[in-house]
């Protein structure tokens, strides 16, 4: 049965930081892509970032380049997203999922199959 469960969000001001973290079942790193989507209110579920299983290429949304970097440690089967210099506009919520249907990973968050229950980030004064 897959894993996957996020941690790490909050209440941060704006300029902040937050690592949130996505702890997957221990085959899942070399055979599944991870994500990281977010939903904020009144909006679709987008792509934020993600990590291809076979070679650790990322991608990363137009949004959070430069801000944004996802990783991922064996020795913990867990994925990261630090998440510097927060807006008021990264608050949602968080999901880490994961697919294994494709080579390279991707924002489309219709190509994820196993989802997490999400984790909260508000970005607020």
């Known amino acids: 049965q897959l894993q996957i469960v996020e941690s790490g969000g909050g209440l941060v001001q704006p300029g902040g930081s937050l690592r949130l973290s996505c702890a997957v079942s221990?085959?899942?790193?070399?055979?599944?892509?991870i994500a990281w989507l977010r939903q904020a209110p009144g909006k679709e579920r987008e792509g934020v970032s993600c990590i291809s299983s076979n070679d650790g290429s990322t991608d990363y949304a137009d949004s959070v380049k430069g801000r944004f970097t996802i990783s991922r440690d064996y020795a913990k089967n867990t994925v990261y997203l630090q998440m510097n210099s927060l807006k008021p506009e990264d608050t949602a919520v968080y999901y880490c999922a994961a697919t294994n249907r494709y080579l390279y990973c991707s924002g489309n968050v219709q190509e994820y199959d196993y989802w997490g229950q999400g984790t909260q980030v508000t970005v607020s004064s």
């Open positions: 221990a085959f899942m790193l070399d055979y599944y892509n």
